[in-house]
């Protein structure tokens, strides 16, 4: 991956992580404010219901205590406290009573428990009240929870009981008002906050009892499992419910009445729409703040890296392109800041590489030149001297024995003819090395090659008179072929063998290999002979170094002339007494 991909990915991933970072973390405190700010409203409301569920008790009390204290309800009382009262004349008294003093529900009852008149149902006259006389005197003059029977179905009503004393007889008044929709349309309301109230009244979930300020509650079922909890723990508890448009939370109230059985439940909903707008909000936000941030990252980062990134991608190819070989290369780099600095400390580099090159290649020249000299010279000494030994005796055999003249004239004649041959010997073998020509590649099967090398070398293998030497072949069948110059890479191949032949002169194996690898060819010489010293082995390739008492020091520069030649490498593994490997490394 480039540095300029990188410096991207970087910069739009730090743009990124920050903007989710941010969305998140306003995301969690504007929840945990909501939720703090929810829960003060939920608390807010539900005093507000305690108040005005206390006011509204209140009121009845007072309400039914003005009704107890009026001149008619005192007049009734007397009456009805007479020796032989007529509570038949009373039987329609309560509904006008009732709804002069503001009350819903009103029963008059006698010390027996009957009914004497009920303004809430009018037939109940002389049916025996279920509870008025059973209430002790901690619950009288105060307002409680009580069911109410109607004609039309059971009602929920906040009632208080009152009692006149006439005589020795009692009369109980017990007055009260609903507790329904128009006592929760009473209610002050936050915005998305409301209040639901379920009546106890049947014995299992009744989704037409539970009702806000408006009426009936719509998908009253979903309620059940809250409003269970809440009946049957007697205790404060919550639960949230998922609409299609976001959550709500309800805290469930249990209302008791004055035995202590939860009569109604209170619930009061704050809903999560606001949150989950807020929320989307600040996603959408996020999302849309974080895209332009990220294109702005980008386009930022795209002109700051280019900046950046082209002179250092200048320096790479320049860099690749003195690996290559070419060490004239100069980058063009502004010279300001380090890369600048860079770019002129590779200029100066290359300067010194070329500068360094031109006195290596002089001196390579000139040691080259000396050493052919040296090795010219040396060559040439061996036959120069016998010849001038030879001339020298021709002339003394002249001045000093002509009769003998002949005999010594045919013996130095051969003498000389055999140096003059070993000169042209010397000056061919170099003459080879210096003339090598440029190899014509074509399609070479390198396994057919080395099969016929080694034939090649069959006589020497078991020449009479020294030891044997076994020829050993392992080719890879799927080598198929390689391009090369058939003639020098045989060339190069049949001095390898020879050199190890000459490396065993007690017999032996030498073993070729052929095989692919890399994507390219290998082939292996490998002998049993004496080895080579690390510093010899360092030293093989070196023009006229030689480890052999008649060698010329050209054959191994010659296979790796050829090598180099095919753009290959040749190297040597040995080790002293246990034998000398060479490897050829060619591309496929």
Do not use: C
């Not at 008791?256 to 929320?279: H, N, T």
């Not at 600048?340 to 090159?357: I, K, P, V």
């Not at 030293?539 to 002339?561: D, E, K, N, P, W």
């Amino acid at each position: 991956m480039r540095l300029r991909t990188r410096l991207l990915l970087l910069v739009s991933a730090t743009i990124a992580f920050a903007v989710v970072l941010t969305t998140w973390t306003v995301s969690r405190h504007a929840r945990s404010a909501f939720e703090t700010l929810d829960l003060q409203r939920t608390r807010a409301l539900v005093a507000e219901f305690r108040r005005e569920f206390a006011r509204e008790g209140d009121e009845v009390v007072a309400r039914v205590g003005r009704l107890a204290a009026s001149e008619t309800m005192q007049n009734i009382a007397v009456e009805l406290g007479g020796p032989s009262p007529d509570r038949a004349r009373y039987v329609d008294d309560a509904s006008a009573l009732a709804s002069s003093h503001g009350l819903d529900f009103l029963d008059i009852v006698a010390d027996d428990g009957t009914i004497i008149s009920s303004a809430e149902w009018r037939a109940r006259f002389g049916y025996k009240h279920p509870w008025a006389t059973t209430v002790g005197e901690a619950d009288r003059d105060r307002a409680f929870l009580q069911i109410e029977e109607t004609p039309s179905e059971p009602m929920l009503a906040l009632v208080a009981l009152h009692t006149l004393v006439t005589g020795d007889r009692r009369l109980s008044i017990a007055g009260g008002r609903r507790l329904d929709q128009q006592f929760l349309g009473s209610l002050s309301l936050p915005a998305g906050m409301r209040a639901l109230l379920y009546r106890n009244i049947e014995p299992g979930f009744a989704p037409q009892q539970l009702v806000d300020g408006k009426g009936r509650v719509a998908e009253a079922e979903r309620f059940e499992s809250l409003v269970a909890r809440a009946r049957l723990l007697g205790r404060e508890t919550a639960d949230t419910i998922d609409w299609p448009d976001g959550p709500e939370t309800f805290q469930a109230i249990p209302l008791a009445g004055r035995e202590g059985s939860v009569l109604g439940v209170l619930l009061v909903g704050s809903s999560g729409r606001e949150l989950a707008g807020l929320i989307a909000g600040i996603r959408r936000a996020g999302v849309i703040f974080g895209g332009i941030g990220i294109l702005l990252g980008i386009t930022l980062s795209y002109v700051v890296a280019a900046r950046v990134t082209r002179p250092v991608e200048d320096l790479a190819r320049g860099a690749n392109a003195v690996a290559g070989g070419n060490w004239d290369v100069r980058v063009d780099v502004p010279p300001q800041g380090e890369v600048g600095e860079l770019a002129e400390a590779f200029n100066a580099m290359t300067a010194q590489l070329l500068d360094q090159r031109d006195r290596l290649v002089q001196a390579e020249r000139v040691a080259a030149w000396r050493e052919i000299a040296r090795r010219l010279a040396h060559e040439l000494k061996n036959p120069l001297f016998p010849m001038k030994i030879t001339v020298e005796n021709l002339q003394r055999a002249k001045a000093q024995a002509p009769e003998l003249f002949d005999e010594v004239f045919e013996e130095s004649a051969r003498t000389l003819f055999a140096e003059l041959n070993n000169l042209g010997a010397i000056i061919g073998r170099f003459g080879d090395f210096a003339k090598m020509p440029a190899p014509r590649m074509e399609d070479v099967a390198l396994n057919a090659l080395v099969a016929d090398s080694v034939k090649l070398f069959e006589a020497q293998f078991a020449a009479p008179g020294r030891p044997a030497i076994v020829a050993q072949q392992e080719l890879d069948e799927d080598m198929g072929t390689v391009r090369a110059d058939p003639e020098q890479l045989g060339r190069a191949l049949r001095n390898l063998l020879a050199n190890a032949i000459d490396a065993m002169p007690g017999g032996g194996r030498v073993t070729v290999r052929t095989r692919r690898a890399d994507g390219g060819v290998r082939l292996e010489i490998s002998d049993t002979g004496e080895g080579l010293t690390p510093e010899e082995a360092s030293r093989l390739f070196t023009l006229y170094y030689t480890t052999r008492q008649h060698g010329t020091g050209l054959g191994l520069a010659i296979v790796q002339s050829v090598v180099s030649d095919h753009r290959g490498k040749i190297s040597v593994r040995s080790e002293k007494g246990r034998g000398t490997t060479f490897l050829i490394e060619l591309p496929g």
